[in-house]
């Protein structure tokens, strides 16, 4: 054997992928050989990936023309270090936005070329699109809903925004879906839709590139909520990594940065009022 080549997806930390690489060479090639100044063709190929409950390492070694495939897994519970070493983003909020009228769901959206920022709002008739200036959030546009109005006794509307559309957004009501233009007071285009509801958000980290699913905590509508950050791969279910108490019950979790931060509408108990916050992750100190 002259080299291993040796691929961590991420599984582990670089630091604990690096003792395992160690460990698996020695065991191969002795002591006395440093894999480290090696060259030539690799005939050992490892791949360490990752599921809810183990690692999963499997090695490509090649002999010639054949070529040989083994598997082996380790319980992440038996992993004590990969536990210690994984540092958990902050959830930290930001309040752009308070009404006494009630709110569906809200889109924060940054823009760049000196262009405003806007702030989405979706009522039960009409969608506000407010944007920043220098004192404040000034409304720019109201588009009555007309047909597609929220009559229901339980009211649900969802925005969507995507950057290849910035001038568009789609609304989802129950049982249909409508485009909306953001520059112009044209009516909303709708078609039937079976969409289901929206059980949470993605949310990127900048601290070191994981992406992590954003969740409400699930209370009735009389109690407060908590923002709750779990594992992206598996967000149902498991207990929450780190958490955000809010004012009242969570309405709606939307994304209008590309997963940089979301939006969040809460009802605050308190005052009776509607607020929107942008949710954004920190590094932890």
């Not at 992928?17 to 050989?33: A, D, P, Y």
């Not at 002999?63 to 380790?74: L, S, W």
Request: aromatic residues 6%.
């Amino acid at each position: 054997m002259i080299c291993v080549n040796w691929t961590n997806h991420e599984a582990v930390s670089e630091t604990r992928s690096q003792q395992l690489k160690s460990v698996f060479v020695e065991e191969l090639q002795g002591k006395q050989s440093d894999p480290a100044t090696a060259t030539g063709n690799c005939v050992v190929s490892v791949f360490l990936e990752r599921t809810p409950a183990k690692i999963v390492v499997t090695a490509d070694v090649e002999n010639g023309r054949d070529a040989r495939f083994f598997f082996a897994t380790i319980p992440r519970a038996g992993i004590p270090a990969e536990n210690v070493a994984t540092s958990v983003p902050r959830l930290e909020k930001e309040l752009l936005w308070q009404q006494t009228e009630r709110v569906l769901d809200a889109l924060f959206v940054r823009r760049g070329n000196g262009a405003s920022d806007r702030l989405i709002v979706l009522q039960k008739e009409v969608l506000v699109v407010y944007e920043k200036q220098a004192d404040g959030w000034k409304a720019a546009q109201a588009k009555p809903l007309g047909e597609a109005s929220v009559m229901q006794r339980a009211p649900r509307g969802e925005l969507s925004f995507s950057l290849d559309q910035p001038e568009r957004v789609k609304i989802v009501f129950a049982g249909k879906s409508c485009q909306a233009s953001l520059n112009d007071a044209s009516p909303l285009v709708c078609q039937q839709s079976t969409e289901p509801v929206r059980a949470g958000m993605l949310l990127a980290s900048a601290c070191d590139s994981r992406v992590w699913w954003l969740r409400a905590s699930g209370g009735d509508s009389t109690t407060p909520d908590k923002l709750e950050l779990v594992n992206s791969s598996v967000p149902q279910g498991q207990i929450a990594a780190t958490e955000l108490a809010m004012l009242g019950p969570i309405v709606s979790i939307s994304s209008g940065e590309a997963l940089r931060a979301d939006t969040a509408v809460v009802f605050n108990l308190a005052t009776g009022n509607y607020e929107i916050y942008r949710i954004a992750l920190a590094c932890s100190q």
